[in-house]
């Protein structure tokens, strides 16, 4: 594993901008800034090879000379804000922050998970929720649902011959949210949770 400190003190050695950084190794700005924040997800290790040859620290040993470990191909996804795990908050969207994830991941954006309600389904605050475009869920999906303007996480029970759904939070501490009816006309189901990120606590 690459030590950022000391590629921070190296780069401050050298005074290099993270903007050098990006064009001598044709990395972009974005990885070079994510990387030097501390980045919660692993580089390629032909980025830390980059980034240590610019450095002079080439010869430094990373997590990946070890045998058996290899790095795991990422994609980008685009966070587009802030999801109510409690009371529907409103629905903001950040369209210049990205989370890096597993190519398995099969995820249109992310969001960050806010509150407690869904603890039960492991999904803390602070969470990272990817979620995949959908208007149709099955009943007992965690999904990401519009309430007018405002969006919330919760499991989706939807019973069309009562014209009935119910939003169930995964904390016995919240009371369900049930729309009868005409009710149902400011609902919208924007997409389903497929999988979240949390850090190490």
């Known amino acids: 594993m690459y030590d950022l400190e000391l590629w921070k003190a190296r780069k ?24 030097f924040r501390g980045a919660t997800y692993a580089p390629r290790v032909d980025t830390v090879q980059a980034i240590e040859g610019v450095l002079g620290l080439s010869d430094s040993k990373t997590i990946y000379s ?24 409103f629905a903001d969207e950040d369209r210049e922050s990205y989370v890096m994830a ?26 990272i929720v990817f979620c995949r475009k959908q208007s149709m869920v099955d009943n007992g999906d965690i999904a990401v649902v519009l309430i007018d303007d405002s969006a ?5 029970f939807y019973y069309p011959e009562k014209k009935k759904l119910i939003l169930q939070a995964e904390n016995p501490k919240y009371e369900p949210f049930v729309y009868i009816g005409e009710e149902l006309e400011q609902i919208r ?5 497929i999988a979240f990120q949390s850090d190490v606590r």
């Open 12 to 35: 401050k050695e050298l005074k290099l901008t993270l903007e050098e950084i990006a064009e001598r190794t044709g990395i972009s700005i974005s990885t070079v800034k994510d990387i």
């Open 66 to 89: 070890i045998p058996g470990v290899s790095p795991i191909a990422t994609r980008r996804i685009p966070v587009l804000g802030k999801v109510a795990c409690g009371e529907p908050i």
């Open 102 to 127: 597993g190519t398995d991941i099969n995820a249109d954006f992310c969001l960050i998970a806010q509150g407690d309600s869904m603890t039960g389904a492991r999904i803390m605050d602070g969470d």
């Open 152 to 156: 919330t996480l919760k499991r989706v």
């Open 189 to 193: 189901i924007l997409a389903k949770a």
